[in-house]
């Protein structure tokens, strides 16, 4: 999941860095700010870590791989949190299970943001410190801690939404929000943009930040295929439910006809059928099904299911890549505000690709050609979960646009969908 | 569990019945008083319920069995409370799972003490009205509402103890306190009193509450005995163990044997051996094991296995009754405020009956000849526990003095730990 | 299970020993001559074990508790099966896993033979030897060991039947036979026997064979009571199912309820209904279901959960030992050679206290008062399976007379129900 | 597995077709021939089949692909094996729980080789007559039958190893013989066979039989990298065994150390180390470990930790295809008879691309572009599949040299290990 990618840093920014580090690390108290105490230790279940952990995670973060190797005579907040949030660098010592972050009513949420004030302030010494305004590779492990923060910043909003949702109560995170971001008109149909055999380099190619799974730039070659111009609407992957979708296993790989079968799966996550009529639980609480929006939290194994459906198939991460070559960086991205996939514009040309939902690719996840894992325990955020989890592109309504890039490779398990997940469909030619 | 027990209710008091209301009700808010908000949410096993949960849901009983009934146009609280904070009625409704009440952040603690003080205000106007004092029935209810509440205040001690003792920073629930129950000198050894073989009536024949797992009164003959004077002591436990008790299948049951080979149990519940010192987690956090206070938090399996390792066995239900015959209840009580073991006196005579811990007997919980089921959902208090389950006697030191009997049964299953539950011995003439 | 009798043995038998040994060896063949070479190593559920493991763990039996200890220069057959063939006496050593029967292609069923063979040989010569002849000690043990042999015999005839019902062809162990044993007229209701108040000796008290959980004497006084004429029957369970008494929680026991549930047990073991009509799976296939024969294959969950619907109770063993005190020990056991239970005859009086199905009693399986356990791995028959079992008495339809006695205590888990295991009701007073 | 490969036809053989149909079914025959019939019915884990399933299954497939849709009047030999030897196709019905095949007596061994033949004589008529002569759709499906039945043959052997290990008394399928394959001398270390960037085609290009997931062809491009002369041996193994290499979790994918710690992996499947010497469970029983024949039975996890920790890499598919793209497909394969790996020769060249281990390459089994999945039940050989495993390429020591390609792509999970998988290495340039 987002909190175990590699990263091999180069990094430049115009921001000072005192002042990046603080606005980040604000941003996560921000994304939590309307919760409550009570909200702030639950696991829901095994993938999901309590919002206080992700507070706690991130600072440990900064404290494990800054503080404590470069800032002489730093003073340890609290000795048995390197225990307690260490998330699965083994190198770094044991750590409490993942399963049972649900269990710790301690530390209290009050003393986790007094670590995090703790730590913010020796590391603000530290950026000041001249030591490191001269020592490139410490600013791009602040950087990295950086990138790390944000990634667990999207992993709050899908964690606190999967706690929302299960409770019976069904909570709203935030009020209801008026969507200003799509057109009124009915949604046009979808395109099919087409692309030419094609010999060409990939991976991070560009200055600045970026993971090192993004590396080392490599040549591919891309046969003709389509791409659709914009995202699988929730109307339509209706159709597919409607059609018996999820009772034919036709449709299905084998492992993800076994999983459907044991888990009972008969709709997307969220989506709740209730006097014929179709909900589905947003961080607004439970709102009518907006039938235009792309359709999310659905795990690859549906996202597949659905492209077998309708005779198309998923993009490659090489064919999704050249599709977003000439593609701004913008969309409905955090930024926007409105934390909620909304229906594609009826602008011509290719729509979606950044934002709105993480669009699964059929391409798993692997090292590129030439990839190299770092040494140490910040190489733990590399090869290590290169194993059966598929590449995800485009980042989602609660990913920051500073955060992604064409390069990005974000990887969930094929049964994963928690988080804003969905589908683009590509055909060969 | 506790929570679990039937009642057949007659009963009288003298205090007025508001009062009575309003004391035992307060009572859990006091034992409450020392957690922090993130506290009341956890919940670390199936067995284990958030303190929350316990605040609701013995509200959720006045309002179910009391106030809707009897209580014309009572306003309810929240309509979902009756999904979320029924426990086990069946009949009542479906209910929320309860190995899931852990992930509920809310209603949150707040809204949980508004509950409460919106069902006593409406319990304290039904209590005085006329119609409830003429109607015994409904006064049975109450009362017996409040011993069920009784029950969850000594649950709220353990499942806390739990609690504070699965989080690496073993948090204590209050300060140490100096044990000023116990003698100073060291402890005497166990004596054995003797009991000539008698045909005698049990169950609960006087006149007050009950639970009716207490009833009838029947006949039942026992032979010869002895029993021991006292508790089992840590000390005393502790060659059991450094004799390879829990190495040897020939002292446990086949039951038995595979749970402490699955859960790899080495000793109670609740020790920890460091640099060669025994410690034990208590309600004041890590202490010194004290050597002669009473074996706690051992499961049936384990007092079974002690008994056969030192060729002594426990006794029937029925020979711990004739031996608490003449006892008065007092000892180390709730009242005491200590709320853990302490050794047992010098004095002559049998000790440690009452308090303490409670006292794992060879009896299997089940119906007393001529037992009935109650009609309708408070008849699931009764007989559907009676399976696969030990009876428990004496009460321990988070049992109110007002609470326990001689005819009181508890129960629990036999690889339960978690209570405050010990040993003490009997032999055949 | 059955494998898991205790015995403690005084005994006389008029038959010469040898030819009693060959004699019941025998019967193991007799049983299993029916199988194919494939049958012989099926284990379709933990509790089952293939029949040729039976066919060898009874010769373990003789091999490790008289050979070895008393016949100088025993050869041992394989050193192997030491571990292969134990059950479960934990003294004796390590042995194979329970669950991991079903694996062992090898020894074959030849070689088993083979070790039977050389079994037989060496126990005739070892009963010859007038050494033997001159210690009852060593007697006892042969007896016990045949006496264990028929509780496996038993086991054979349960475990083949649930082998061919897991079966989707449905095999027949043997051809279906007319029953010539009951009435051809309509089963008569049932009639309530009456008993008083008494206080008696319960426990073995004769000369001969018993186990030594039978023992000691002891004093029991039941209480006024009424026992039901005969068993229930198919058609009278049927109307608790039709009833809805798979759906009714308030019948069952908390414990059964989640096991119904999550097993989805929906009527007894081998009932089937096929366009409308009910079979029953039998040692002579699938057959229509004999509405007046004794209802088999139901756990205690069941029992119970029947009992409480029709609002009567299951018997304690001791009223069931009242009961059967002056009836003669006779009726459709194995002897019979019907194997399958038949309608009660219209005589007067009890029916069917011995044979057809084993008769759940309401009382949990514990010592009697003042129990022993023997010294040694012998010693492991005994007190170890005394938690969170029931009591059955009265033996089956493939239990051989000679096995049978009113003291005989039957014990299995409340869920268990691969056994031909049914319900006889009683009524207080 | 082995057992759900996909396949599109195109085929030629100069065997006359009903003579390779009876070659090949008599090699199924054949590798059972050494088994006793208690052999033929084990499921030692899920991913294993009985010998019988195997045997049965292969029947059925030409059963219901050819004689029910092409023989006129075709007699099914009993209309339940449709349910009971279906291994996944969900398009033709429902089929018995993969898990349960162990359960199933019957049908006996006899009346599966009744079976056998009875499709056998169908399957001659049916080869014999005109019309399918005539229609190669038809002869590709029989030529897609034999390919299948070469791969349950290789399971048979990997099965019967995995039965025949998993009992304690290790039997032998077949006596010890003399290795005659290998050189004499010490074995030469690993020499790095260079390879220069390239874009080339990949994928089945020839005329005969194939499998589809081996089309279309396409293009693809490697950069520089050099391969290992052969395949890791034991000797090299077990350095990275007493290295503490299972000990150490920086070597290990993250999946891959929660699986060896959780089964508490410490060497590959068949080791076992008795009195400090280091055997291997082989087809001839436990032998010493062979050290300078290549590691076999080894997961991808372990390929994976064993290439971290010498710095090297595995090869992807399209590396090990460039390797043995000179290569004429001959080695260790089944036609040597010795059914074991054996030590590379010590010419110059690359040595082992074909039989004695299956080579994880670091390649997902994926669909290669522009592939296309079947029509119908047999469409289900495809895509359904691909999914969370790895490919692995060049046939074992158990694979008929006229069933393994260059492009043949075999793929299991990261976890399986039961095959005679091994590694050969890779490093970039």
């Known amino acids: 999941m987002l909190s175990t990618k ?9 921001e000072p860095l005192v002042e990046y580090y603080n606005r980040v690390r604000q941003d996560s108290l921000n994304i939590c700010e309307p919760l409550e105490v009570e909200d702030y230790n639950i696991q829901t279940m095994p993938e999901v870590s309590p919002p206080k952990w992700h507070l706690a995670h991130t600072s440990w973060f900064f404290e494990t791989f800054l503080l404590k190797p470069y800032f002489t005579h730093y003073p340890v907040f609290n000795s048995k949190f390197e225990y307690l949030f260490n998330s699965y660098y083994e190198q770094v010592g044991t750590f409490h299970p993942r399963t049972k972050r649900g269990i710790l009513s301690r530390p209290t949420v009050g003393t986790i ?18 030591a490191v305004k001269n020592k490139q590779s410490i600013i791009d492990k602040i950087i990295l801690g950086l990138n790390h923060e944000q990634q667990h910043q999207e ?8 706690i929302f949702a299960s409770n019976p109560l069904q909570p709203q995170y935030r009020d209801s929000i008026p969507n200003q971001l799509s057109d009124t008109a009915k949604i046009a149909d979808i395109k099919w943009i087409s692309f030419e055999e094609s010999l060409s380099e990939y991976g991070f190619s560009e200055y600045g930040f970026h993971y090192d799974n993004e590396k080392p730039l490599h040549k591919y070659i891309t046969s003709k295929f389509k791409i659709a111009s914009r995202l699988v609407t929730n109307s339509e992957y209706l159709e597919f439910i409607t059609d018996g979708g999820y009772q034919s296993s036709q449709y299905w ?6 999983v459907i079968k044991t888990e009972n799966w008969q709709q997307p996550l969220y989506w709740q059928l209730q006097d014929s009529q179709w909900f589905e639980m947003t961080l607004s609480g439970l709102q009518l099904l907006e039938m235009d929006a792309p359709v999310a939290h659905i795990s690859y194994y549906e996202a597949d299911a659905y492209a077998n459906w309708c005779n198309k198939r998923l993009p490659t991460e090489y064919e999704w890549e050249r599709a977003a070559n ?3 960086i913008n969309g409905n991205l955090r930024d926007s505000g409105y934390c909620q996939p909304v229906a594609a514009k009826n602008t011509a040309g290719i729509q979606q690709m950044y934002g709105d939902v993480w669009e699964w690719t059929k391409s798993p996840y692997v090292a590129y050609p030439g990839f190299k894992v770092e ?3 910040i190489g733990e955020y590399n090869g290590k979960f290169m194993s059966s989890q598929m590449v995800l592109k485009g980042g989602s309504c609660v990913t920051p646009v500073e955060h992604i ?9 094929p049964y994963d969908r928690w988080q804003f997940s969905g589908i683009r469909l590509a055909v060969d030619n």
């Open 6 to 14: 590699s990263s091999f840093v180069v990094s430049q920014s115009t």
């Open 113 to 130: 943001f007094e670590y995090r004030i703790h730590v913010d302030n020796y590391m603000n010494k530290l950026i000041g410190t001249q």
């Open 155 to 162: 992993l709050l909003y899908t964690d606190i939404l999967h």
């Open 253 to 258: 790989l084998s492992d993800a006809w076994k």
């Open 326 to 328: 000439t593609i701004p």
């Open 375 to 377: 040494s140490g325990a």
């Open 405 to 413: 890039r064409r390069s990005y490779r974000n990887f969930f398990y």
